[in-house]
């Protein structure tokens, strides 16, 4: 299921007769933004409909500059067989706590945490913040593939990070320096 628009799509499933809860075998999702939605547009996007998909859900994909990352994170929790994750674009802006710090909130840990067995993809700006709240993790992340486009050089210290926690069971990993901010 690919979902371009979350706040218009979770907006309308509020609504009676959503159909959001009517899909029970989603293993795929995909969730993004178009281009011409602003910031303002789909940050207050209520992400909670779509953890319906939890029992099911093997594989997620995330683009869009204008979720912040902590929600992000949020529906990445609430899958527990979730085994391929790919962050392509999150601002990593929203990282920054109001106090102008730039320390993670404490992690609730699930009591069923994700199994993260397939692939890892970080790309753009989901990076910093996603990785730093994988490796906060305390049950560990398990990815036996990790693609990381590494765009500044403090994305250095986090694709090493997540190199080592998933040493055990690593099989492949593709590193890519894009330091001028190419696209991937």
Not at 16 to 43: C, K, M, N
Not at 62 to 76: E, M, T
Not at 122 to 139: D, E, H, M, Q
């Amino acid at each position: 299921m690919t979902i371009n628009c979350p706040r218009a799509v979770t907006a309308a499933d509020a609504e009676p007769g959503g159909w959001i809860g009517t899909f029970s075998h989603i293993v795929d999702l995909q969730v993004g933004s178009q281009r011409t939605y602003t910031y303002a547009d789909e940050a207050g996007a209520s992400l909670l409909p779509l953890r319906r998909f939890a029992p099911t859900l093997k594989s997620l994909r995330v683009d869009s500059v204008f979720i912040p990352p902590s929600k992000i994170f949020d529906l990445i929790l609430s899958f527990p067989r979730l085994e391929d994750l790919a962050v392509i674009d999150c601002c990593d802006l929203l990282s920054v706590n109001d106090d102008g710090s730039d320390e993670l909130p404490a992690i609730a840990q699930p009591s069923n945490p994700p199994i993260f067995t397939g692939t890892l993809k970080l790309s753009r700006g989901g990076t910093k913040p996603i990785a730093r709240r994988l490796l906060s993790l305390p049950s560990g992340i398990h990815f036996r593939k990790l693609v990381v486009v590494q765009l500044r050089e403090e994305d250095v210290s986090l694709t090493t990070g997540l190199v080592e926690e998933c040493s055990h069971t690593l099989e492949s990993l593709d590193i890519i320096r894009s330091l001028n901010g190419g696209s991937v």
